[in-house]
Structure formats: structure tokens, C-alpha cells
């Protein structure tokens, strides 16, 4: 009974799905959009077994009865967890196997048949063609929840074929609920929930996942002290980067300098993603000029762009501190 239970917030997608019932207008098809680990495999697992529920979707689910006890253990014949075995991969060979070829099979129990394709954006456009043909004529029980972090990966044909719902992202206040429930330090929980701008998946990594946080860890040493970088250490940084870091080191840097203009508007008490760096970020404030700080977010935000083309990830990282460095010393 345990995944069922945490589904926080989304009031609104989830009356959507009450409304629809109701009104005997479920759609076929809806996209799940949202950043990873906002919750959207909670949320659609929520939703499935919701419609499935002996007691209905105004009281579901309610997690006694047999068909949400199946779904709660992911054994509901009639909720497919549609599975792909390459992280970077959902290949047309399995959409045609777990959706494709099963799908006029009527379903076991309730009255929907209910497929979860994990990552939908990993589908390349063969796939999704395959995918369309079902889209457009589906069996009257069936139903599609394409879960995905980026939606414009999708054709704009799958794309119409389907309601598109967004995650919302949780309150700040229950995402340190949740990170207290897990007894981590104070300060540290603040600044994770902040920085997850509302998505307890992230969150949760952070606090968790050594990993991930020696990552935040690194770079905002770096950050800190980046006036006084040499050469040598700038490139080791920037050596040391994994390309798929790269995104989340900028989102850090982001945020980082967007505390230093709030500090340096005098605006920043309470509301900063780094408030026990607040002696650094006032110092850097005074450092640095308006002007400069434009163009530190103007040069964080090329980096992005270059870091989605064929630009080598050291050299991105490396111009853009050596950039940031020489306002920071002007
Ligand atoms: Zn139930």
C-alpha cells in the first residue's frame, strides 16, 4: 500500500479524471508532463488504479480493494507498465510488444486497459508512427499516458492525439515535510527543498544521493570561491564534468547568481536558494556591477546552448568561468 499512498498535491489533474468520468469522457490518450522525478510515474499509477477501483474514482483508490491491492504491487494485468531496456532507448520493437501487439486484447477486469509508456521522448519518430497508428483508432477500453520530461520530442501528430496534463510542482512546506521525515539536517533540507523548486524526486536525490550531492557540493565551492580560481583549477573542474552534469551545474550557477542579485537588491532575506552562503553572496554583490551581472547570465545561458550542441562540455565550462572570474575581478 505503500507507492499509492504518496501522491501529493495535483488536485486539479486529478479532477480532471473525476470530471471526465462523471461525464463519461475519458479520453483515450494524455500526455504526463514534467521535469524528472516530479512524480509523474506516481501520479499515473495513482490515476490507473483510481479508474480501476471497485469503489469508483470519487472514492479511489482505495488501496483495500482487490483490484488496488494488484495495482499498488504493479500485478494488474490491466495497468501495463510499458518497460524499455536501454536507459537512452525506447525502441519501435518494444511498443510493438508491450503495446502494439497486445492491445486488442480486451481487458481482464474493469472496464479500461491501461498503458504507462515510461519516457515517451526516447520514442524516435518510426516509433511514435507505430505508436499513432493505436492513437487514432484505439480499442474502446483502451488508454495512453505517455510520460515525459520534454514533450517537444513529440510529434506534433502523437501530440494531438492527446490531452496534455502537467505535473505540478509540490509546495516548498511539503517538500521539507518530506525531507524532515527522513531526518535530515535542517539547513541542508531548506536548501534542497528550494533548490527543487517543487519536485520531491530531486529533492530527495540531493539529501540522498552522494552522488548527486557532491556534485551540488563541488560547484558551489567553486562558486565561492570563483575570484580566486586559478587556471588549473578551472580546468580540473571543468574536466572532471560529466556532459549530462552540465544542465544541473548551470541550473545551479542559475540560481546562484540570481541570489547574488537579490542580495545585491537588497531583497534576498528569507528567499535565497543558498541562505548559509549569505556572507559569500553579499560579498560578490559588492564585488560585481549590474551590468556584469547581466553579462554573467547572458554567458551562463550561451553555455546552455552550446552545451546542447557539439561543443566539447570542458571547454563550455571553461570559458564560462574564465568569464565569470574576470567580472568578478574587474
Ligand atoms: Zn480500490
Not at 17 to 42: M, N, Q
Not at 122 to 146: C, R, S, V
Not at 231 to 236: D, M, R, S, T, Y
Not at 301 to 319: P, W
Request: charged share 30%; proline share 4%.
Amino acid at each position: 500500500m505503500s507507492e499509492l499512498k504518496q501522491i501529493l498535491g495535483n488536485k486539479q489533474n486529478i479532477e480532471h479524471f473525476r470530471e471526465a468520468v462523471r461525464k463519461g469522457k475519458v479520453s483515450h490518450a494524455y500526455i504526463i508532463d514534467g521535469p524528472e522525478g516530479i512524480g509523474k510515474k506516481t501520479f499515473a499509477g495513482y490515476i490507473a488504479a483510481a479508474l480501476l477501483c471497485e469503489k469508483g474514482i470519487e472514492e479511489g483508490p482505495c488501496m483495500t480493494c482487490p483490484s488496488c491491492v494488484k495495482a499498488d504491487t504493479h500485478n494488474h494485468p490491466d495497468i501495463i507498465w510499458v518497460e524499455h531496456e536501454k536507459p537512452t532507448v525506447l525502441s519501435i520493437d518494444e511498443i510493438r510488444r508491450q503495446v502494439i501487439d497486445t492491445v486488442d486484447i480486451i481487458p481482464f477486469y474493469g472496464p479500461f486497459k491501461i498503458y504507462i509508456i515510461k519516457d515517451a521522448q526516447l520514442l524516435n519518430d518510426n516509433g511514435q508512427n507505430a505508436l499513432l497508428k493505436t492513437l487514432e483508432e484505439p480499442p474502446e477500453y483502451a488508454l495512453f499516458f505517455l510520460l515525459t520530461d520534454n514533450c517537444d520530442k513529440l510529434l506534433d501528430t502523437v501530440r494531438s492525439r492527446c490531452i496534455k496534463l502537467r505535473i505540478e510542482p509540490l509546495p516548498k512546506e511539503v517538500i521539507i515535510r518530506e525531507l524532515e521525515k527522513e531526518g535530515a539536517e535542517k539547513a541542508l533540507v531548506e536548501e534542497n527543498a528550494g533548490i527543487s523548486k517543487g519536485n520531491l524526486g530531486l529533492a530527495k536525490r540531493l539529501t540522498d544521493d552522494e552522488e548527486k550531492a557532491a556534485l551540488k557540493n563541488e560547484t558551489i565551492k567553486a562558486l565561492k570561491n570563483m575570484s580566486n580560481l586559478d587556471a588549473l583549477e578551472i580546468f580540473q573542474f571543468s574536466a572532471d564534468l560529466e556532459r549530462e552534469d552540465g544542465a544541473e551545474v548551470l541550473s545551479y550557477m542559475r540560481m546562484w547568481y540570481r541570489d547574488v542579485a537579490m542580495v545585491k537588491n537588497q531583497a534576498g532575506s528569507g528567499r535565497l536558494y543558498f541562505e548559509k552562503e549569505k556572507a559569500v553572496l553579499k560579498r560578490q554583490a559588492d564585488q560585481i556591477t549590474p551590468e556584469g551581472l547581466g553579462r554573467i547570465f547572458d554567458a551562463i545561458a550561451e553555455a546552455g546552448i552550446r552545451l546542447d550542441t557539439f561543443v566539447k562540455c570542458e571547454a563550455v565550462f571553461e570559458a564560462l568561468f574564465l568569464k565569470i572570474r574576470e567580472e568578478l575581478r574587474n
